[in-house]
Antibody
Framework: EVQLVESGGGLVQPGGSLRLSCAAS????????MSWVRQAPGKGLEWVGN????????YYVDSVKGRFTISRDNAKNSLYLQMNSLRAEDTAVYYC?????WGQGTMVTVSS | QSVLTQPPSASGTPGQRVTISCSGS????????VYWYQQLPGTAPKLLIS???QRPSGVPDRFSGSKSGTSASLAISGLRSEDEADYYC???????????FGGGTKLTVL
């Protein structure tokens, strides 16, 4: 069974940084593209970005380009999201997503 | 405003069949697979339909997906109270080089 467990969320001031992690199990992590998707309070889903199996290709939504970086460690079955220059509009639950499963999400709140 | 267009709400009575539409363009639905997700209140989304019409194991056959041109639909037959949830469509967009979601449809079982 696919299991994805996010961690690293919390309260951060505008302009600050945060690193999210996702521990994957139950499938061959290194064989799949992985994504981050976020959901602002009371809003719909927004794709943040994704990364190829070997990390050689990455894509991001325009609103986070230059500020967020996705990476992965296939030896540790882990996915990461480094978030810099955070803004109030980045406040959301961030989900780690595989082709067949979603994590439970981790809340990121950007506020002074 | 979402790239993929869904009706904000839908409703039906138990046992009924309801459909939820998802409209896009040639750069997304027209040339890529469509996926559907179900989000029950207070929980994370769950994959309901992959690659236009494939049900992952464990998803009841009451749920079905279809695609035609630049539009897709999710059909739910034999509606149950536990189907009350938000439903989202998604597809890759070649022009944006990114994944796009519909705005979501809130399904109410009357």
């Amino acid at each position: 069974e696919v299991q994805l467990v996010e961690s690293g969320g919390g309260l951060v001031q505008p302009g600050g940084s945060l690193r999210l992690s996702c521990a994957a199990s139950g499938f061959t992590f290194s064989s799949y593209w992985m994504s981050w998707v976020r959901q602002a309070p009371g809003k719909g889903l927004e794709w943040v970005g994704n990364i190829k199996q070997d990390g050689s290709e990455k894509y991001y939504v325009d609103s986070v380009k230059g500020r967020f970086t996705i990476s992965r460690d296939n030896a540790k079955n882990s996915l990461y999201l480094q978030m810099n220059s955070l803004r109030a509009e980045d406040t959301a639950v961030y989900y780690c997503v595989s082709p067949d499963g979603w994590g439970q999400g981790t809340m990121v709140t950007v506020s002074s | 405003q979402s790239v993929l267009t869904q009706p904000p709400s839908a409703s039906g009575t138990p046992g009924q069949r309801v459909t939820i539409s998802c409209s896009g363009s040639s750069s997304n639905i027209g040339s890529n697979y469509v996926y559907w997700y179900q989000q029950l209140p207070g929980t994370a989304p769950k994959l309901l339909i992959s690659r236009n019409n494939q049900r992952p194991s464990g998803v009841p056959d009451r749920f079905s997906g279809s695609k035609s041109g630049t539009s897709a639909s999710l059909a739910i037959s034999g509606l149950r109270s536990e189907d009350e949830a938000d439903y989202y469509c998604a597809a890759w967009d070649d022009s944006l080089s990114g994944r796009v979601f519909g705005g979501g449809t809130k399904l109410t079982v009357l």
